[in-house]
Structures are given as structure tokens and as C-alpha cells.
């Protein structure tokens, strides 16, 4: 019996640090928008080395579906992002959104601070008319849909037919990437 105490003794932090640095009960809210922010002080690094990490992250480890760097400078970097969550698996089904974000950094020596900000979600549908109305040569006559990150993550406002609480499993989803994201972060400019 004793052991089994002390292995949960040992491994309960790994548990609660595999939870993630965000959870679905505590969605900041910064000016009526949901934004994720963290903040890495006293780093052994310049701005000009946390910059080279971050971009090298940025173009080849984030793995998102879709990305474009919209700003590099000495000081910030943005990406606007979207990546594909899955939310609910079934038998016959698997069920998808996909979230649109802005990935931004701001550093200086010593310290950076990363955000996810600017985030919408979109059903595939939506998704793939937004993308086929980039394409050359063609016309979209109707608009894709987009659920505010308020609207899903706080408002739980979303509602379809043969998902019970898919703002609910959404929300699960995002906060896994978004915690997965910072924690690669982490690790990129840490090591």
C-alpha cells in the first residue's frame, strides 16, 4: 500500500503539468476577447537569439494546417495560424474544427512573451469555401460561418445536431493545442 502512495506521490505533479498551464474553467478574457498569454522572464538569451528560435519554430516545428508570418521584427513576431482540431470521434464520424489564431511574440533580452489571440473556430465546410474563395478564378457568393473564441470557449454557444456539448469538447481541444504550443515554446527557447 505504501507504494502505491509514494508512486502517486511522485507522479501527481507530472500529472498536473501534463494538464496544460490553461484549463476550460479559467478562459482569460482580456478586453471582451479571449486571449492566452505567457510570460518567460530571466532568459540566458538576447532578443536577437530568442528571435532566431522563435522564428525556426515558427517555420518548422509548429505544424500547423496553415500558417503566414505576418510580422518579423527586432521586437515581435506574428503568425497567423490555423490549425485542425479533431473534438469528437465516433464510429462513422469524426468530428473537426478548425481554429484561426494569431501566434504572436513580443521579446526583448532576457524575456519574451507569447500569445494566442484573434481566435475564431470554423466547421470544415466553412473552412474549405473560405479557402476555395482564395483560389484564382473563382467566386464565393456565400460567407463561411465563424464562432468567436468567446462564443465557444465562455458563452458555449455552439450547438450541432450529433454532438452533446460540442462547445464543450471544442473548448478541450483548443486548450490541448494551445497548451501543447506553449510548452514546445517552452522548450525552444529554454533550451
Known sequence: MKS?????????PCLLAAQGHFTADSIPMQDGQVRFSTEFNDLPLTADDIRKRVTMYVSTRLNAHDGRMVANND????????????YKKQALAVYITYMRYNLAFDYADGYCRVTVRDLDFMDKEDYDMLVGQRQ???????????????????????????????????????????NQVMAEVKTVISD
Open 75 to 86: 521586437t515581435s513576431l506574428v503568425c497567423a495560424t490555423v490549425d485542425s482540431l479533431v
Open 4 to 12: 502505491k502512495w509514494l508512486l502517486f506521490a511522485l507522479f501527481f
Open 136 to 178: 484564382p478564378g473563382t467566386r464565393g457568393s456565400m460567407t463561411p460561418t465563424a464562432y468567436s473564441a468567446k462564443e465557444i470557449m465562455v458563452d458555449k454557444a455552439y450547438k450541432t445536431l450529433f454532438v452533446k456539448d460540442a462547445s464543450a469538447l471544442m473548448t478541450e481541444a483548443a486548450l490541448t493545442r494551445i
